[in-house]
């Protein structure tokens, strides 16, 4: 791993990945090329090899690609604290970004316009994910999309807790393949 002679500045960690953050929108894997200009070209922070180890770190652990290649970035030159500015930095643009679309939005959402145009999105938006859904459990096995379809015929007409329904899908999901598991070894045991 290459290490700078000088310890790099929270500061100019926190400039470097606040600005990837500020100037790339689409997500992790659209930022993955800047953050290599970055880290790699302009700050030579690391090699091109040292960088591509941390992306396949970042790939494997849970979170955001981006986010979490910052923080191995951070953590390699200034430890725990350097994690955590680089982290600020490339979530600090996105954030003041969404704190303003939502206070914007909390503003014009009483227009009689726009709840109109939403009351008509909200249709197109239930009927996409049925689509999603119905399409997804096409795929799967018989006794998934009886647990679906039961699970979904609960929740339309109790209208009981989605996470109640989740925990519930799950435990009968569990349940109904561990019967089907058993009746199959009792087939195979004869």
Same mark, same amino acid.
């Given at each position: 791993? *290459?290490?700078?002679?000088? @310890?790099? %500045? ?7 990945? &606040?600005?990837?953050?500020? /100037?790339?929108? #689409? #997500?992790?894997?659209?930022?993955? %090329? ?12 690391? $090699? ?32 725990? $604290?350097?994690?955590?500015? &680089? ?5 600090? +643009? @996105?954030?003041?970004?969404? =704190? ?14 726009? &709840? ?6 909200? %249709? ?5 994910? =049925?689509? *999603?859904? =119905?399409?997804?459990?096409?795929? !799967? ?9 039961? &699970? ?9 807790? %989605?996470? #109640?329904?989740? =925990?519930? *899908? ?10 089907? /598991?058993?009746? +199959?070894?009792? !087939? $195979?045991?004869?």
């Amino acid at each position: 791993m *290459t290490i700078p002679e000088q @310890p790099v %500045p929270l500061s100019r960690i926190y400039r470097s990945f &606040a600005w990837v953050g500020a /100037v790339l929108f #689409g #997500g992790g894997y659209a930022m993955l %090329p800047l953050l290599e200009r970055e880290v790699v070209e302009r700050r030579r922070w690391c $090699t091109l090899a040292e960088m591509s180890e941390l992306y396949a770190l970042a790939q494997v652990i849970p979170g955001i690609i981006a986010v979490n290649t910052a923080l191995l970035v951070g953590h390699r030159y200034r430890g725990a $604290t350097g994690a955590a500015v &680089a982290a600020l930095g490339i979530i600090s +643009a @996105p954030v003041l970004v969404i =704190l303003a679309v939502a206070s914007a939005f909390a503003w014009v959402s009483e227009w009689p316009l726009l &709840a109109r145009l939403f009351a008509g999105l909200r %249709p197109a938006v239930a009927g996409l994910l =049925l689509a *999603t859904a =119905l399409r997804m459990i096409g795929r !799967g096995e018989r006794w998934e999309r009886g647990v679906a379809a039961g &699970a979904s015929l609960l929740l339309l007409t109790r209208a009981s807790s %989605p996470l #109640g329904m989740i =925990l519930g *899908t799950i435990a009968a999901g569990l349940l109904w393949h561990a019967w089907t /598991v058993a009746q +199959a070894r009792k !087939g $195979t045991a004869r």
